[in-house]
């Protein structure tokens, strides 16, 4: 497994390293939510011996609908990023979702992330290797988990091997993403730490708002996430919200930032289990 060094803070991969928790709402809506997000989150992770990266998109690309809200934009995206940075000490990572924002992004984001749909763009996922920051590339919703070695491939042939991948749920259907845990163990077998992203996995997509927005089902989020962590993760991604249902992007998938501390710590201890237990193969 190769080990990735986040904002020269921890590892990710180790044997030793524990769980990362990558936690924040889908997008910047105010400075203040950011804060305060940030805040809870760092302190439930803290509590629960997780290390934290704080996340929030500058930009939704690829909403639903052309007049959902989109975010801050660029500039004013990442000076907000930058200050829950400094304010909180806590790394950040936001996405990027053309080849030109990779660089502005990577003098204040720890990680890069590269969305599902996007994930075999070259050009884009080129541009944030050759940054030298961390890649968090999440598979796409079409792809198959083996199908990710020619992205590794592509990242590692730039020279940064600080990479992540991310398993978000596969389409099945209409309107509905499945995920199958086997996807976890395949993806690792590629050499990169792997995360589980909860809540995107219960999306389904045009189901909300008259077909105008992606709808979900966030019960499921918590029974997703210790499915995952008994499976063997090195990371757990969360979109969480004071107030989900008023949040401006993934309404219906965020989690109720109260209910972190609790979910946090039962991953934990199914991850410590399974590590005093070891893996079986």
């Not at 763009?121 to 792809?143: H, S």
């Amino acid at each position: 497994m190769n080990q990735v060094r986040v904002g020269n803070r921890f590892d990710v991969g180790a044997p030793e390293s524990p769980l990362l928790l990558i936690a924040g709402p889908c997008v910047i809506e105010s400075y203040d939510l950011c804060i305060e997000v940030a805040t809870k989150a760092k302190q439930a992770a803290q509590a629960c011996g997780f290390n934290y990266v704080f996340k929030a998109s500058f930009d939704k690309a690829n909403r639903t609908s052309g007049s959902s809200y989109r975010g801050h934009g660029l500039e004013a995206g990442l000076k907000i990023l930058q200050a829950v940075k400094q304010e909180l000490d806590v790394p950040v990572v936001t996405d990027v979702h053309e080849s030109w924002q990779c660089a502005p992004a990577a003098e204040v984001c720890d990680i890069l992330q590269i969305p599902a749909f996007l994930c075999r763009q070259t050009d884009l996922v080129l541009a944030a290797a050759v940054t030298g920051r961390v890649v968090n590339i999440k598979k796409g919703q079409f792809l198959a988990p083996w199908d990710m070695k020619n992205i590794v491939s592509k990242v590692y042939e730039s020279g940064n091997t600080s990479l992540l991948l991310t398993e978000r749920g596969s389409s099945f259907g209409y309107n509905t993403l499945v995920v199958d845990m086997t996807s976890l163990p395949q993806m690792r077998g590629l050499g990169c730490p792997v995360i589980f992203d909860a809540t995107h996995s219960v999306q389904r997509p045009g189901a909300g708002a008259g077909g105008t927005s992606s709808g979900g089902l966030r019960e499921f989020v918590p029974h997703l996430a210790r499915a995952a962590a008994a499976v063997g993760i090195d990371g757990l991604f969360l979109e969480v919200h004071p107030e989900p249902e008023k949040g401006l992007s993934d309404a219906a998938t965020m989690l109720p930032l109260h209910r972190l501390p609790e979910l946090l710590q039962q991953v934990n201890e199914i991850d410590a289990t399974l590590r005093r237990f070891g893996a079986i193969i």
